[in-house]
């Protein structure tokens, strides 16, 4: 009897009947808490050897972790094992796809963490993860006459097999006025093994917030019914969802109490755990490294000087040792998303945290004015300026290192939003490439193309060392093998074919060109610009301008914040260009829209191994990285993108002649003036049909206005927007011609297109996360493998 016979045995006598006759969730629950418990031994033995080696604790609000029994059977190498004996029980795993994702992140920022830890586990490197334990997670997403929805996502309500609650490491986290306990449940993260080794397990930490008193019987009994269980809506507000809309002070103030319990909770366990194992805390930096995923935990430098003083250290002393356990990873170079709190909030919420933020400051000023820099720089470089606390700032004087996400990404962050930091401290600054884990991305989510590297390669090497697929570039001139590529990618687009029309019910023709675009809705990842383009085809078509197309279907898949209007009326207007295309029976064989409902890991697995052309169409300068690209790029898509974030690697990897290029570049949009979108929509009669659709009637926003808020935002600005500040009308007629290229190329060389696929899968070895993680270890956090 192998292991999964053992673990599928242990989950029928754990439910009292045989496997075929289980609910989904109840088996599932089953399965999942047998191999927790064969695990067990294993992660203490990875947790011990952590906590004895100098470690890396990865604080991040997002771990977009997605559904775990898949990807855990794999990296354990049970998965084929499991899905045999399951059938010999009258059942299989697929009736796991049921299962809920746990949806704490809200794009690439928590997939990236995600990615990380499965990397680091792979690499057996001491790392960590720490986060929120959120209870409805981001949001699931419907749409009602084309507007996503929004309701709780609930990921825990049939139980959560995957976490093990440890209230002996509890911690009480205060605020002014509040205290709330932090409880945390530790998931584990299995390193992949396939040669029959012991795997290295690390742990993802998520707290969840709870009450002190979970009920006030005397203010029940005094008929204050609401107010008796005060204390306990108070305390799980704080965990409860991720990102809650912040356009009040309320949701300011909770947004900040969301990262202070996380960070001081998170802090506070590696104080005690470091004191536990070595007994004194004057060597905690050099055991201990703290990488802040962004600037939503930078509130962790002043929270580890209050711990540190409150163990007996000087201010100065607790300062020092900051420097040398924190760095910062940015992901933006907008000014509006680099983190900024209010000094009021601040002080009202978390006053003694507030002090030590004016400390710092203070010495950090002192320090510049020692150095005889000119005036406005220093005054730019203020940790406090405005009434506002600069989060990238404090993160910037506080820590070691900083690194971009990308080569141009990093570049960008040294001649623009920290250019100053740049100019005194250089040494501060490295890149770090983001990576995606080949486990997930090929392995579980596209099986068949994982054969068929493994079957041409003679081994599954390249699921531990990407790179290997090098070696297989040149077999895009063997047209066998590629006769058996485009069955893969065929039958991976009928899967997702048929999954979409079991889910949604809605019919899209696998024999058609996959376009696909898959990212958080915001208007810098310029989903709109992609809907224009589809609007340029359409009227091309009918008007026979535009001839010889493919069949194509173009798919989106995203979420808009709650309270992001114009990212909800971008969505709104694609669904209506959907139902325009639909309801025209001179364009509906040619042309489909869609929009998937609820976009998450689970089916972005699906999307990105189904992909022919993967849509990476951000305005130049703007998106740090991507990760999407590399997932699609994995998988057997061309890119069609701009110069921005990976895509720039992407194609010097691959080759541009194997990707579909577009768009004005850095340098363009830093030497172009005087740029008017109303001239350009003046002189150009394709771009006016087009951008003019928003308002002359040809889709209906049912009288809203929302679609008329969008083209004077685009036209004439908006709150700090500049008229179309992420130029979309001067990039649309290179965008709509390069996209005609790529679809003409899909259609007129099938065995062409597919070799240019081809060539991307096998050069995507750089954008693994294994190498990304191998590089943080060595130049970074500066750790061994144990």
Not at 255 to 264: D, E, P, T
Not at 710 to 736: C, I, K, N, R, V
């Amino acid at each position: 009897m192998n292991l999964a016979e053992t673990i599928l045995n242990a989950a029928e006598a754990e439910l009292g009947i045989p496997a075929a006759q289980a609910e989904p969730y109840a088996l599932h629950n089953a399965v999942g808490k047998a191999v927790m418990q064969a695990l067990l031994p294993r992660w203490n033995e990875c947790r011990s050897a952590h906590l004895a080696n100098r470690r890396v604790c990865y604080f991040s609000m997002e771990f977009l972790m997605g559904r775990a029994i898949y990807n855990n059977l794999y990296c354990l190498n049970m998965l084929d094992d499991m899905e045999q004996a399951m059938q010999k029980a009258g059942t299989s795993l697929s009736v796991f796809e049921e299962i809920e994702d746990a949806a704490l992140g809200n794009g690439g920022l928590g997939r990236l963490a995600a990615c990380f830890l499965d990397s680091a586990a792979a690499c057996a490197l001491p790392v960590d993860g720490y986060g929120i334990r959120y209870k409805y997670g981001l949001f699931r997403q419907g749409f009602a006459d084309g507007r996503q929805t929004e309701t709780g996502d609930d990921w825990q309500r049939f139980g959560d097999p995957w976490s093990i609650r440890r209230d002996c490491d509890a911690v009480t986290v205060s605020f002014r006025g509040q205290q709330v306990r932090a409880v945390p449940y530790d998931m584990p993260v299995i390193g992949f093994t396939q040669d029959g080794s012991m795997p290295h397990i690390g742990t993802l930490r998520l707290w969840q917030a709870e009450p002190l008193n979970t009920f006030d019987f005397n203010t029940f009994n005094a008929q204050d019914y609401l107010n008796a269980s005060s204390e306990t809506v108070y305390a799980e507000d704080i965990s409860r969802c991720l990102y809650p809309n912040d356009d009040t002070r309320a949701g300011k103030a909770l947004r900040l109490k969301q990262q202070y319990f996380f960070c001081a909770a998170s802090l506070a366990d590696c104080i005690k755990k470091h004191k536990a194992q070595f007994g004194t805390l004057d060597s905690l930096p050099e055991h201990l490294a703290v990488q802040l995923n962004d600037t939503h935990p930078v509130i962790s430098v002043p929270e580890l000087i209050r711990l540190l003083r409150a163990e007996g250290y000087s201010f100065t002393e607790a300062l020092g040792m900051a420097k040398q356990i924190f760095s910062y990873t940015n992901h933006t170079i907008m000014q509006e998303a680099l983190e900024k709190w209010d000094c009021d909030l601040v002080e009202e919420l978390l006053p003694e945290i507030y002090a030590i933020i004016l400390q710092i400051s203070e010495q950090f000023l002192a320090e510049l004015y020692a150095k005889d820099l000119p005036e406005e720089q220093i005054k730019s470089m203020r940790i406090i300026r405005n009434g506002q606390i600069h989060m990238a700032d404090l993160a910037m004087y506080a820590g070691r290192y900083v690194n971009g996400v990308a080569e141009i990404h990093t570049e960008l962050l040294k001649t623009t939003v920290l250019k100053e930091w740049y100019a005194i401290e250089p040494e501060k600054f490295q890149n770090k490439t983001n990576g995606i884990t080949q486990r997930r991305w090929l392995g579980v989510c596209n099986p068949e193309l994982t054969a068929l590297f493994a079957e041409l390669h003679g081994s599954q090497d390249f699921l531990t060392d990407l790179d290997q697929l090098r070696s297989l570039s040149d077999c895009a001139e063997d047209a066998a093998v590629m006769e058996r590529f485009r069955a893969v990618k065929q039958l991976k687009k009928q899967q997702l074919a048929d999954y979409i029309e079991k889910a949604e019910g809605v019919r899209i023709d696998p024999r058609s060109c996959f376009d696909i675009q898959i990212k958080r809705l915001h208007e810098y990842k310029r989903q709109l610009l992609n809907a224009f383009s589809i609007l340029w085809i359409y009227y091309g078509i009918k008007d026979g301008t535009i001839r010889d197309l493919p069949p194509v279907t173009f798919l989106f898949g995203a979420k808009a914040a709650p309270g992001y209007r114009r990212a909800k009326a971008i969505i709104k207007y694609i669904n209506e260009i959907a139902k325009l295309v639909d309801s025209d029976p001179a364009v509906r064989d040619v042309m489909k829209v869609h929009f998937v409902t609820n976009y998450n890991v689970s089916y972005a697995e699906k999307l990105v191994s189904a992909c022919d052309i993967s849509e990476q169409i951000s305005t130049a300068g703007t998106e740090a990285s991507g990760t999407g690209n590399m997932k699609m790029m994995l998988n057997g898509a061309v890119t069609l993108g701009t110069l921005d974030g990976a895509n720039i690697e992407i194609a010097a990897a691959a080759g541009t002649e194997n990707n579909y290029i577009f768009g004005a570049t850095v340098e363009e949009l830093e030497q172009l003036k005087d740029y008017c979108p109303r001239a350009v929509l003046a002189k150009n009669p394709q771009i006016a049909r087009v951008v003019q659709s928003l308002i002359d009637g040809t889709v209906s926003d049912g009288g809203t206005g929302e679609f008329r808020e969008l083209y004077f935002a685009l036209l004439d600005g908006a709150s700090w927007h500049q008229p179309d500040h992420y130029y979309l009308l001067l990039d649309l007629p290179d965008y709509a011609e390069t996209k005609l290229r790529a679809l003409r190329d899909y259609g007129s060389d099938p065995a062409g297109f597919a070799a240019k696929q081809w060539r991307n899968a096998c050069a995507a070895g750089p954008f693994s996360s294994d190498r990304t993680i191998r590089q943080y270890a060595a130049e970074c956090w500066h750790i061994e493998p144990v």
